[in-house]
């Protein structure tokens, strides 16, 4: 048997949207992506539709619902990108580890928050007045890097 020794490019660690730790207590729920603005994209923050069971970009923090999931190779476009088009189910992390993409310089243990509508797949520094908070699990530099998160909720009595 042959054995492949080396490779064309370097594999990554992780990926947006990516469950970490997949051993760990997490919850995860699923929604119908409904969203004006643009399909629900994985890794990003999202909050509840106007209608239960509906889920969409989240377009300010307070309403904060949890971070899509992405699994990987599904609904990929031609950019790469994981999206949930208006209608389809998608995965919703409310509490536990996931990676998600940095908007700028991110301390270990700093709470974070996403940005919301085009931004809402950048997280940085911030507090949460949503159903979830969630705290950073490692650093980053900038903006444009993976950051491992993880999501404790629900934090209030939101539906």
Excluded: C, H
């Excluded at 509840?48 to 923090?61: C, E, F, P, T």
């Amino acid at each position: 048997m042959v054995a492949q020794l080396t490779y064309g490019e370097t594999p990554v660690v992780a990926y947006k949207g990516m469950l970490a730790e997949q051993f760990s207590s997490r919850q995860i729920d699923s929604y119908l992506a409904t969203s004006p603005v643009a399909d629900v994209g994985g890794g990003q923050g999202v909050e509840r539709g106007a209608i239960d069971g509906q889920a969409k970009q989240l377009a300010s923090v307070g309403n904060w619902l949890g971070v899509s999931v992405t699994e990987y190779g599904d609904r990929e476009n031609a950019s790469g990108e994981i999206i949930y088009p208006a209608g389809s189910a998608f995965p919703v992390m409310i509490q536990g580890r996931i990676w998600v993409e940095s908007g700028g310089a991110v301390a270990i243990g700093e709470e974070v928050v996403p940005g919301i509508n085009a931004l809402a797949d950048e997280f940085l520094p911030g507090t949460s007045a949503g159903f979830v908070q969630a705290f950073a699990k490692t650093s980053t530099a900038g903006a444009n890097e993976l950051l491992l998160i993880e999501l404790v909720g629900p934090t209030n009595l939101q539906p």
